[in-house]
């Protein structure tokens, strides 16, 4: 529980860990970011980790000059690839066993089933799409491995889902992230991107749920 609640006030507060982690880590702190974005692209253990916020402020981070936006997007791009990437494989070799019990406390199989709803509405761009969709985005290479999808085709969307998600939020954060009003309610702002980025699940299980009422 310590580590969630570490995870939760990182995430509402990351303007101000990330000044700390750059000043105590320097060139590392771009390792540290490669990892973070692997992980909660990667693990499935791991959906939790900041994604969409985390991009936005190391993009703000660097039109202030504490990165080199060029090494930034590499390191990000190549990190969300990459993540995606184990996260089939993962898939492809043990999905069906870890998820075979609905009880787990770690692999949850709500998870599991909301993103395979995702997959049906949407096909092979599903992998595009999840990457604007916290826990969907780790889940769905996952699922795109169950379903033994053919790798050429998953990396095509993989590659480009990567591309687009970390472009957007690294240059929304570049362009926007040190304009005053940003800069004055940056807490509140990384709210609005959590809850943004969430909503279309929300809405998703909420139409889920009320179907049976509805038939």
């Given amino acids: 529980m310590e580590i969630i609640k570490f995870i939760i006030e990182f995430i509402f507060h990351i ?15 771009y390792a540290l970011l490669f990892a973070i974005i692997f992980a909660e692209t990667g693990l499935v253990v791991t959906p939790f980790l900041p994604g969409d916020s985390l991009l936005f402020t190391v993009g703000a981070f660097a039109a202030a000059g504490l990165f080199h936006i060029g090494w930034l997007f590499t390191v990000l ?13 993962i898939g492809k070799r043990i999905g069906d ?3 075979h ?10 998870y599991l089933d909301r993103t395979h709803r995702f997959f049906e509405k949407y096909g092979g761009k599903a992998i595009i799409l999840a990457r604007f969709v916290p826990v969907i985005r780790t889940f ?16 095509l969307y993989n590659v480009t889902g990567g591309v687009l998600w970390v472009s957007a939020f690294v240059l929304c954060g570049f362009y ?17 991107i959590i809850f943004v980025s969430i909503l279309p699940a929300v809405i998703e299980v909420l139409k889920h749920k009320m179907k049976p009422a509805n038939g």
């Fill in 15 to 29: 303007d101000k860990h990330l000044y700390v982690v750059i000043n105590n880590f320097g060139v590392w702190s």
């Fill in 101 to 110: 019990q609905n009880n787990s406390r770690i692999f949850r199989k709500e």
């Fill in 77 to 89: 791009v190549i990190a969300a690839i990459a993540g995606d990437s184990i996260n089939y494989a």
């Fill in 97 to 99: 066993k870890v998820f």
């Fill in 176 to 192: 926007f992230g040190n304009t005053p009003f940003v800069k004055n309610n940056f807490s509140m702002v990384v709210w609005i």
């Fill in 140 to 155: 769905a290479p996952f699922l795109a491995g169950v379903g033994k999808m053919n790798y050429g085709r998953f990396l």
